[in-house]
């Protein structure tokens, strides 16, 4: 990182906002912020940074805030920044990085993520979808699953068999594939709350150009690693949260508002919820501080899985809480968001929304698994498959 202080971020966004309306267009403003370098801050110059300390971005994101400036709605492009973007940066080419960072960061072109597989289940390395060499490119065939924003996204990071002839995790190869290409279908998937947040995405001769490979050929696994830990640090850490944010709040809120509603036992739950949930808070920004010092560890995986734990845990406190009230929902409508808002809308949309926080973005047991192997260091589990060809495991 280079010397950069925040008098010099300071200095850098009042430059900014004396060359740019805040009330303007917000497409002009964003691409303008990206090209000062107080897009991320932390990343290379040229690249929507400053290559600075990453906490400096706090320094940013405030002094725009209280300028009225418009932001890039990290909620609508969650993928994008929190998984495609850190991945382009470490293992993209530089026309890669030119071509992709900046509409990605703005928001004008929206990402998806083809990784999870109907046939694959929780074991993601045992993907299935095939890309074959074809000439200057690829052409791939297969099904990928559970794909947030791919009805809206014009791009996706992909996951792709390119060797079926050696063990699972080294013959995939990694791919930025163009959603509006011949051969993509989305398709979506109406989940328990109504909506179709998720989708399904068809893939049917494909070609992608090997200019879009991220990575080696074969080396897909490493690559999607670096994907995954960002992921999981994006749901469970994200931006530093203030006290009794998340699923906490609206419970604490309706504590307080609705006294008739109290009982000892609700009381009591209510109590030890609150403290797990400050403890995942002060969790989170553990790991924003050990991102700042450089790529985020397994820690990511531990946090996730608490915050999934707890959600449904509070969620369902909300629900018993308010007794007949709770069961009301309000829209049972089919409808396709742009992103989702966890903690919004009423009781009963939180507590069937939060059912799905142990299955997205890896689930329980397998963030377990990660938890026992790479934190605290306890024996792998025997995998009779690690060794053996792709083609030749029971499917």
């Not at 280079?2 to 267009?25: F, H, I, M, Q, T």
């Not at 405030?62 to 400036?69: I, R």
């Not at 109504?194 to 879009?212: K, Q, S, Y």
């Not at 018993?320 to 009423?346: A, C, I, K």
């Amino acid at each position: 990182m280079g010397s950069v202080s925040a008098a010099d971020v300071r200095g850098r966004v009042e430059a900014l906002l004396a060359g740019w309306d805040p009330g303007a267009e917000p497409g002009e403003f964003l691409r303008a912020r990206f090209d000062a370098g107080l897009a991320w801050v932390h990343f290379p110059v040229g690249l929507g940074g400053l290559d600075a300390p990453r906490a400096l971005q706090a320094v940013v994101n405030a002094e725009l805030g209280a300028a009225g400036a418009p932001d890039n709605d990290p909620r609508r492009i969650g993928i994008g920044l929190g998984m495609a973007a850190p991945t382009i940066l470490a293992y993209g080419t530089p026309e890669q990085k030119a071509r992709f960072l900046r509409p990605l960061w703005t928001g004008e072109e929206v990402w998806c993520q083809l990784f999870s597989e109907p046939g694959a289940g929780s074991d993601l390395a045992g993907l299935g979808t095939r890309a074959v060499r074809d000439g200057d490119g690829w052409v791939v065939d297969g099904q990928k699953v559970w794909t947030s924003s791919a009805h809206t996204a014009r791009w996706a990071i992909l996951i792709a068999r390119t060797d079926p002839d050696v063990p699972k995790h080294r013959g995939i190869t990694y791919f930025v594939c163009d959603m509006t290409d011949p051969g993509v279908e989305v398709r979506p998937l109406r989940q328990i709350t109504g909506e179709a947040e998720f989708n399904e995405v068809f893939l049917t001769g494909v070609r992608i150009p090997d200019a879009h490979r991220l990575g080696a050929v074969g080396d897909g696994w490493r690559v999607a690693q670096a994907t995954l830990m960002n992921e999981r640090v994006a749901i469970g850490g994200g931006a530093s949260v203030p006290r009794e944010s998340g699923m906490i709040g609206p419970v604490a809120a309706t504590w307080r508002e609705r006294p008739e509603l109290r009982t000892p036992e609700l009381h009591d739950r209510l109590l030890r919820l609150w403290v797990d949930s400050e403890v995942a808070r002060l969790t989170a920004e553990r790991v924003r501080q050990q991102m700042a010092a450089g790529t985020p560890g397994p820690e990511g995986s531990g946090l996730k899985l608490s915050l999934a734990r707890l959600n449904q845990q509070l969620s369902g406190l909300e629900v018993e809480l308010l007794g007949e009230q709770g069961l009301r929902y309000g829209d049972w409508s089919m409808v396709r968001p742009q992103s989702v808002d966890f903690y919004g809308r009423d009781a009963g949309y939180r507590y069937l929304r939060a059912k799905g926080n142990s299955i997205e973005g890896g689930t329980s047991e397998i963030l377990r698994n990660i938890v026992a192997e790479r934190v605290l260091g306890l024996p792998a589990e025997p995998r009779n498959d690690k060794d053996a060809a792709w083609k030749d495991l029971p499917r």
